[in-house]
């Protein structure tokens, strides 16, 4: 089984920690976010990954192979311009000879593919949408059906007096080749807006697989990749790579006179000084060095951030190689990668571009 995955947004959401990394290649709980994608594809049959190019590919590629280390194969596509979410798909074409899985890049869920399939083949669809419910979907495409599953209405973005249910689409699609004869070639094009669209004015077989179950969030923006974070590490979000309370890496040394406290993971060769607390949850990624005294609480850090004595992180994520002064503060901020924050420096509510050097 084929899964085809969007990749090709620019991350305008996540900005400025996808100024120089992917969406697709943010760390969650110190791996790619991909990563975990591919893993739950793997569990449920999926041997060959296309994944649709576009911004920073290459640290993609760079990363995953052609993924025989995982056993599976892994084509990199590229679009010569974003094609959109339908004309992305389109460009995979030939590749896309049987009934194949299309997935948004964004979303991490742990979706029941198998089942999905199975009603899928069950009811003779040419297309299937995975939905989940969202207190709020005027961000997402709400999605109406009919008491047998199939899709009645598909409302991309809806308006207040639109919201007529809150099934949304999960952005985890099964699509026959068919679909693909009502997408043309080398043309921006929505599937949202138009493939679906005209897979209902000709009455095709086009159904809803309803999931209220499983677990289900798009990491688009950062509060929803923190979130994300948080779930995996707290067990919300089922992580079989984690084991309970504080996990340190290899090389990791920490001060028996530090605190951490709650769900903490800790990289490898890090260490975390005197007096330090650790207030969970929280993740640190490889060769972090948190100084004497200093206090993070409900962050994430990426790899290679450097923290100075007495200072104090919350709500925050700090990206490659951030570098924190001592006696500062940052609260509810995000950091690009290769950031510089002098002493005594209090930052709120701040997004700070990479290689920023900020001076007192
Ligand atoms: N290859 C390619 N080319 N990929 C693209 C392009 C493009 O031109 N434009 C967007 N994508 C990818 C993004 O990288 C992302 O993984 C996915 O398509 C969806 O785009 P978003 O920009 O994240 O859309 P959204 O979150 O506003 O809405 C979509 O997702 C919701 C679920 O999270 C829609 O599919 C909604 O209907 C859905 O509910
Ligand atoms: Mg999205």
Redesign the pocket.
């Known amino acids: 089984m084929k899964a085809l995955i969007?990749?090709?947004?620019l991350g305008t959401r996540l900005r400025p920690l996808t100024i120089n990394t992917p969406?697709a290649m943010m760390p969650v709980l110190n791996r790619p976010f991909m990563a975990h994608v591919i893993d739950h594809l793997r569990k449920h049959g999926v041997d060959e990954i296309i994944l649709?190019r576009?911004h920073l590919a290459k640290q993609m590629e760079s990363y995953f192979g052609d993924g025989s280390k995982l056993g599976i194969t892994i084509r990199y596509i590229d679009?010569s311009r974003?094609?959109?979410?339908a004309?992305?798909i389109k460009n995979c074409e030939q590749y896309l000879n049987d009934t194949f899985f299309a997935l948004?890049?964004?979303?991490f869920s742990t979706i029941n593919l198998t089942e999905m399939l199975k009603a899928h083949r069950g009811k003779g669809a040419v297309a299937t949408i995975a939905l989940t419910p969202v207190e709020n979907p005027s961000?997402?495409?709400l999605v109406e059906t009919e008491s047998d599953g199939r899709i009645k209405r598909f409302i991309?973005k809806p308006k207040p007096d639109e919201m007529t249910t809150d099934m949304?689409?999960?952005?985890c699609y099964i699509l026959e080749p068919e679909v693909l004869g009502y997408i043309q070639h080398d043309t921006v094009t929505s599937i949202?807006r138009e493939t679906f669209q005209s897979l209902l004015k000709n009455h095709r077989p086009f159904y809803a697989y309803n999931d209220r179950e499983s677990y289900w969030i798009?990491m688009?923006n950062r509060d929803k990749y923190c979130q994300l974070n948080m779930d995996m590490l707290t067990g919300r979000c089922p992580c079989p790579a984690l084991s309970s309370g504080v996990q340190t890496g290899e090389g990791t040394v920490v001060d028996s006179s530090a605190k951490l406290e709650g769900r903490v993971v800790v990289g490898n060769n890090c260490r975390i000084g005197a007096g330090v607390t650790i207030a969970g949850p929280a993740i640190f990624g490889d060769n972090c060095t948190i100084s004497d005294n200093s206090f993070i609480g409900n962050a994430v850090f990426w790899n290679g951030v450097k923290v100075g004595n007495n200072s104090s992180i919350d709500n925050s994520i700090l990206a490659d190689n951030c570098l924190v002064s001592e006696c500062s503060r940052i609260s509810t901020s995000a950091l690009a990668d290769g950031v510089f924050i002098p002493s005594s420096m209090i930052l709120i509510d701040s997004q700070i571009w990479p290689g920023t050097i900020l001076s007192n």
């Open positions: 969007l990749v090709g947004g969406k649709t576009g679009e974003p094609l959109g979410t004309g992305g948004n890049g964004d979303v961000a997402f495409g991309e949304i689409n999960a952005g949202e798009d688009g």
